[in-house]
């Protein structure tokens, strides 16, 4: 008998999962405590944007086997239950909030029957899972709780759930693994490696993964200083070093750093709990990865002050793109955003456009100015800033915008522009990391 799933939570992960998997023949149950995201989501509509998820959302929903909704007495029959709620950072703290994933554990522990597997997907601190199958077993012997990690890419979402690079299991039974076996069956049969952990190692690879991530894009963030100060250039340099395949040319692509939902805070929530656990020392080195991070931002900063002068009042500035990275809304611990709204704070008038993330950034930064395409928020600008690197901005005919801007300043806070053709159409062409700047 085909399996029934339960997804508690239906953010990114959870919204995608649930769609994906009702995609693979499960029936399945998105539950969230958000009336409104609900009622979105069982009209087939997504409240974030992302490639590809709305089509398949609306297709599976109009199969009768996904369903949504808030009543988490709906999952009492699935056979597996997945995590996949919010662990964002804690105000005032670099460690993870777990009230999410407590209260959803609890809430199914307490309504699932027997024999069923809660699986938690949430990047969460090395530890929780055990404490959690401690707690599930206290409510609810019969179950049991292992751990499956998501790898996902915001934009690549749908692609990346469907065929993931690896899974990962943590588990504690063969009885686990078999039933996340029968889950993953088409993904198992397409020769996908499956690593079989025990939970704390599951836990771990989420945050190692983005450590590592994390540590590759400060890496070349640091060579994009140290190239400023010795006039070399950084897209030079990592495209050399990249062809060395144990160190790849993937996230190496320096510019103003790191935002999203997971990489900044997963960080910082590692160190946190390496203090907790009494080996603080060995991730010493996130802190200057974060340092690093945070650092790109404020040579943007810098930049703009060396070409506008250290007063910004008054400066109109013209920021291409406030999503943390293309192809996504998310403006959450955006780099773009910023950039845009310190220097608002400045004294400047900032006008901001993003294809996609406009209404994301007004939502949290309703001061700044959001313009509803590229011409119209370069219109008279003193400076342009490139933060996101979208397709259609490398598409930008630079010849036509020079027209449009006061001063024919750029810089390139991605390096994805092509200089050559900018400078040939008389721009002052900057780029973090890169000769004359
Ligand atoms: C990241 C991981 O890549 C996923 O594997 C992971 O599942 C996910 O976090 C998560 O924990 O849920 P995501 O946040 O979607 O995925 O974004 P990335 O594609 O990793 O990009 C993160 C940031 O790094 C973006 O702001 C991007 O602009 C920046 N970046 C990336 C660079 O500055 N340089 C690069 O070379 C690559």
């Not at 939570?9 to 649930?18: E, N």
């Not at 005032?92 to 999410?100: E, K, N, P, Q, V």
Request: aromatic content about 6%; overall charge negative.
């Amino acid at each position: 008998m085909t399996l029934r799933l339960s997804v508690i939570g239906t953010g990114y992960l959870g919204a995608t999962h649930a769609a994906c998997m009702s995609s693979l023949g499960f029936e399945v149950v998105g539950i969230d405590t958000d009336p409104a995201k609900v009622a979105l989501l069982s009209q087939g509509k997504v409240p974030f944007y992302e490639p590809e998820l709305e089509d398949l959302l609306a297709k599976e929903i109009a199969s009768g086997r996904l369903t949504f909704t808030t009543d988490i007495n709906a999952v009492a029959d699935c056979d597996v239950h997945f995590i996949c709620v919010g662990t964002p950072q804690k105000a005032g703290s670099l460690a993870a909030d777990l009230t999410y994933v407590d209260a959803s554990l609890d809430a199914v522990a307490r309504v699932t029957k027997k024999g069923a597997l809660v699986v938690g997907k949430s990047t969460v601190p090395v530890g929780t899972a055990a404490r959690l199958r401690a707690r599930l077993q206290d409510i609810n012997p019969d179950a049991d709780l292992a751990w499956n990690p998501e790898f996902l890419r915001e934009g690549f979402a749908v692609d990346d759930t469907l065929r993931p690079n690896r899974l990962v299991v943590g588990v504690t039974s063969d009885a686990a693994e078999n039933i996340l076996k029968e889950v993953y069956a088409s993904n198992l049969k397409d020769g996908t490696p499956w690593v079989r952990a025990d939970l704390p190692t599951a836990e771990l690879v989420k945050v190692a993964a983005n450590s590592f991530l994390a540590t590759k894009i400060s890496f070349i963030n640091a060579m994009a200083e140290i190239c400023e100060a010795a006039g070399g250039d950084v897209t030079v340099l990592a495209q050399a070093i990249g062809y060395d395949p144990r160190i790849g040319n993937r996230f190496l692509q320096a510019g103003i750093g790191f935002g999203g939902g997971c990489l900044p805070k997963d960080i910082r929530a590692f160190m946190a709990r390496a203090q907790e656990l009494g080996a603080d020392q060995a991730l010493e080195f996130l802190r200057e990865i974060d340092s690093i991070n945070l650092r790109a931002r404020q040579r943007v900063i810098e930049l703009v002050r060396k070409d506008l002068g250290e007063d910004l009042k008054g400066k109109r500035v013209a920021v291409l793109g406030a999503a943390f990275k293309p192809d996504s809304d998310d403006v959450r611990d955006s780099p773009a955003l910023d950039i845009a709204a310190q220097i608002h704070a400045a004294g400047a008038q900032v006008v901001i456009f993003d294809p996609k993330a406009n209404e994301s950034a007004a939502k949290r930064f309703p001061a700044l100015t959001y313009a509803s395409s590229s011409e119209e928020c370069l219109k008279s600008a003193d400076i342009v800033l490139h933060l996101t690197e979208w397709k259609q901005f490398r598409d930008l005919d630079p010849v036509k915008l020079k027209g449009l801007v006061k001063n024919p300043i750029i810089i390139d806070g991605r390096n994805a522009l092509n200089r050559e053709s900018w400078k040939a159409a008389g721009w002052h062409f900057r780029a973090l990391g890169r000769a004359d700047n």
